[in-house]
């Protein structure tokens, strides 16, 4: 296992463990401190905390079948406390800095595309089933050999794709590129701001709050990436008390100059009490009369597919971040992460958050130095407190927050020169999961065209031998996952 470096780049010597606590956690082992694992978990949390706002208004703007909408702040509380007790869960059994939470891209599957064909209870059924189907792959050894199959340098690629991926997440976020409408007369999909300028007092603390971050990184401050977010979110609060921008919608109409996710006011209450009403409400079973047996497989293998490579993406990306992947690429107690993350799926469907998984945002921690699953205590207990802090929580806005993704995104990345790109028989399959996860906002397209290329150029090679057996089998997968709009229309 390497050990990560500190803020200087020096590597240190494992230290010998201070206290019971420190050998279970391996803090001195993996050259962290308390106090680095601190910043790391505040550092998550706050990348990730818009989770606790976003799950809610995408799940609780759609309908079921029957014509129900979720409540929103029950939806708030249900996702706060599931990603707490799970991120804690990781801490504690997996010992890696993975943060958990509901997963961006599954629960909008769930919202628009599962809900609308059953009821909420049987959509988050089909959640826990598939939570419950990845378990059972863990245990069985099936989805961690798996994950030892993937050649290294794939893995790297992968790490290198979501660092891409995250940069890609921050400057949409932010406002700072934005898509350019169907009907403007260019072929050019995305652009600078609006109308190709930085005309919003929002974007102008974006630029100020990456430019203060990137400053701080450079000169290796301490804390730099946690220390951006809170000093943005402090020029986003002057900002709006000055100007009065208001939020990025207003009654239903689009204010391209408001605020992203959160208006950054200093609220009226801090304390709430949590609304946990809808725990417990799902059913496994009514789904399949209504929807039909066929529908139901479909949509989970779907939900199983992205969830199963989403996690082992995310997982070597943070570990490479933080210097504790083997030389195989395989971070510790990779079996250990990988049931955490099962479960959490699981959970997140039985709570009616849909399906919990890791976030690759968990990579903003590891750059402030966290390496251990004490990080983890942290994000947790904050999640488990934002039930309560609503209120508080809300204030950071994208423009705040989306500072460290850009910054961590440049962190990663520079592992790309590990690949050995004269070797096209690895760089084309390594360049296509690159350049395909932030171009199709997919961590899972990514890797299946990556693994598919994989295979086939070394089919192509005359090289069957050196292809591990079970890619054989994932690729198929994949075909399948990427034909599963024809398939769906031939036989639903």
């Known amino acids: 296992m390497a050990v990560a470096p500190p803020e200087n780049g020096t590597p240190p010597n494992p230290a010998q463990p201070r206290n019971g606590f420190d050998r279970f956690f391996e803090i001195s082992a993996r ?12 550092a998550t949390f706050f990348t990730m905390a818009y989770i606790v706002v976003l799950n809610p208004l995408i799940l609780g703007g759609a309908v079921d079948g029957d014509g129900k909408t979720l409540p929103i ?11 707490g007790l799970m991120t804690i869960l990781m801490g504690v059994v997996g010992r890696f800095p993975l943060a958990l939470a509901a997963g961006l891209g599954v629960n909008a599957l769930v919202a628009y595309e599962i809900a609308p064909e059953m009821t909420w209870a049987d959509a988050m059924g089909l959640v826990v089933i598939e939570g419950v189907i990845i378990a059972v792959l863990v245990l069985t050894g099936l989805r961690t050999a798996v994950f030892r199959a993937v050649p290294t340098q794939m893995k790297t690629a992968i790490g290198v794709g979501i ?7 921050g400057l949409v976020d932010a406002g700072f590129v934005r898509r350019i409408p169907d009907d403007a007369n260019t072929t050019v999909p995305v652009g600078l701001g609006i109308g190709g300028k930085l005309v919003s007092w929002p974007m102008l603390v974006f630029v100020v709050g990456l430019l203060i971050t990137l400053v701080l990184v450079v000169r290796r401050v301490r804390g730099a990436i946690l220390i ?4 943005s979110t402090v020029l986003a609060v002057i900002v709006e008390a000055i100007g009065n921008i208001g939020p990025s919608f207003v009654n239903g109409q689009p204010n391209p100059k408001g605020w992203s996710l ?7 209450t801090v304390v709430d009490l949590p609304d946990l009403s809808l725990l417990g ?37 943070v570990g490479q971040e933080g210097g504790l992947l083997d030389e195989k690429g395989t971070p510790p107690r990779a079996k ?19 399906s919990n998984t ?4 968990s990579a903003a921690g590891v750059a402030e130095g966290a390496r251990t699953g004490v990080a983890n205590l942290v994000t947790g207990v904050l999640f488990l407190l934002a039930m309560f802090l609503a209120p508080l929580v809300v204030i950071v806005p994208f423009e705040a927050a989306s500072t460290a993704l850009v910054v961590v995104g440049f962190l990663m990345m520079t592992a790309v020169r590990t690949i050995d790109w004269s070797d096209y028989e690895i760089a084309i399959p390594a360049f296509l999961t690159i350049v395909l996860m932030p171009f199709t906002y997919s961590i899972s397209n990514g890797i299946g065209a990556g693994l598919i290329t994989f295979v086939v150029v070394k089919l192509a090679k005359g090289k069957a031998r050196e292809i591990h057996p079970l890619l054989y089998g994932v690729a198929a997968l994949f075909v399948l996952y990427f034909l599963r709009g024809p398939i769906e229309s031939l036989v639903l």
């Open 31 to 42: 050259g962290s401190t308390m106090s680095r694992e601190v910043r790391g978990g505040l």
């Open 73 to 83: 702040p029950a939806l708030a509380a249900a996702t706060a406390l599931v990603a």
């Open 163 to 169: 660092g891409l991926f995250l940069t890609i997440i």
């Open 228 to 231: 951006g977010i809170l000093a």
């Open 262 to 268: 959160n208006v950054p006011e200093l609220p009226k």
């Open 281 to 317: 409400k799902f059913n496994v079973l009514d789904s399949w009369g209504r929807a039909g047996w066929v529908v139901v497989l479909m949509f989970v293998f779907t939900l199983l597919i992205t969830d199963f490579f989403d996690t082992m993406g995310t997982m070597v990306a």
């Open 336 to 354: 250990e992460i990988l049931l955490v993350d099962s479960i959490a799926a699981a959970a997140g469907g039985a709570a009616s958050t849909s």
């Open 358 to 361: 890791s976030y690759i945002e």
